[in-house]
């Protein structure tokens, strides 16, 4: 097999290679549309080079996954003593290239995804129970709900990073701006606030005045 065209790489180098490449060409792609070839002509090697690392693309693609849940528990150790509800600054605080593989992951759909969701839910109950215990009492159906949909409207943000960043102005993603969406956020929750005591408010709570 002639491999002139590739860069001389060690296998270590030339596995993070494509694995970077495969990264961003399945954030972009989607793993369905993405093909060996443009990965490996992105990472400046043979398809051969490729599949001797990682098989097949279902191998490439769970390489990446494993790769994106490792850098988000280790940047998620780094916040224990923050909370941090939604699961977001640990995906905010890490690389451009791996949030724009979540987001697409978050819509196609990847054992990745499923578990980088799985953990915001988690936290995010315990989050909740740990700062209203009466509101939202530990194991209750309550705390579950609230927790999933909570998690399920932050990761909507990185799902929809290019429609916020066109409105924002700015890459929402880039480490230069990665405090933009949060701050909104703080804001849209501090004003909720005011409005769910509102009388508004309490007719979709389902609370009522007494008189």
């Known amino acids: 097999m002639k491999e002139s065209s590739e860069k001389p790489l060690d296998d270590l180098t030339a596995?993070?290679?494509i694995r970077?490449?495969?990264?961003?060409q399945f954030a972009e792609r989607g793993v369905k549309a993405a093909r060996l070839q443009d990965i490996a002509a992105a990472a400046g090697v043979s398809v051969g080079l490729v599949q001797h690392h990682y098989g097949t693309k279902d191998g490439l693609r769970d390489a990446c996954d494993a790769y994106v849940l490792?850098?988000?528990?280790?940047?998620?150790k780094d916040?224990?003593?923050?909370?941090?509800?939604?699961?977001?600054?640990?995906l905010y605080d890490g690389s451009e290239p791996m949030a724009r593989y979540l987001a697409r992951a978050l819509v196609d759909g990847s054992p990745a995804a499923d578990a980088f969701f799985e953990g915001a839910v988690r936290v995010t109950e315990e989050f909740l129970t740990g700062t209203w215990p009466d509101r939202f009492p530990a194991?209750?159906?309550k705390a579950r709900d609230a927790a999933a949909v909570m998690s399920a409207m932050h990761a909507g943000t990185i799902v929809l990073h290019g429609h916020l960043g066109r409105r924002m102005g700015v890459n929402v993603?880039?480490?230069?701006?990665a405090t933009a969406i949060g701050a909104a956020m703080a804001d849209v929750y501090a004003a909720m606030g005011d409005f769910?005591?509102?009388?508004?408010?309490?007719?979709?709570?389902?609370e009522h005045d007494d008189d």
Do not use: C, F, N
């Open 173 to 177: 993603l880039s480490g230069e701006h």
């Open 20 to 24: 970077d490449a495969a990264l961003a």
């Open 70 to 76: 490792d850098r988000l528990v280790e940047r998620s």
């Open 196 to 206: 769910v005591r509102s009388a508004a408010g309490r007719r979709i709570t389902g």
């Open 15 to 17: 596995r993070a290679r």
């Open 79 to 90: 916040e224990v003593a923050k909370p941090d509800p939604g699961g977001l600054a640990a």
């Open 139 to 141: 194991g209750s159906a």
